[in-house]
């Protein structure tokens, strides 16, 4: 189940360019708010589904939630990915 909400998450182009900015650093809700032209409700609604794909995590400070990348989740998945493949495994 994990695996198929991993790929239900990346499955969506906005959630991928969220992930795709948080791998330069940890970013506040409104900060990636302010990069779509969509409401905040609906970045609400994507941050969710990355959070509980685990692709991403959250921090509280304040009033502020600040969010950033999950790289081992990422990491296992390519690491599936290159199994299908057929690529060897670096030991």
């Known amino acids: 189940m994990a695996l198929q909400n991993t790929l239900k998450a990346l499955s969506d182009p906005i959630r991928r360019e969220i992930l795709t900015m948080l791998k ?6 409104g ?11 609906s970045i609400s609604r994507h941050l969710s ?3 509980d794909a685990d ?3 959250d921090t ?3 009033k502020f939630i600040y969010y950033e990348l ?22």
Request: glycine share 8%; charged share 40%; no cysteine.
């Open 49 to 51: 589904v990355l959070k």
């Open 70 to 91: 999950n790289a081992s989740v990422l990491e296992e998945i390519m690491l599936w990915l290159s199994e299908l493949k057929g690529e060897e495994k670096d030991d």
């Open 55 to 57: 692709l991403i995590r």
């Open 60 to 62: 509280r400070e304040g």
């Open 31 to 41: 900060e990636i708010v302010d990069k779509f032209p969509v409401t905040g409700a």
């Open 24 to 29: 330069e650093g940890r970013m506040s809700a």
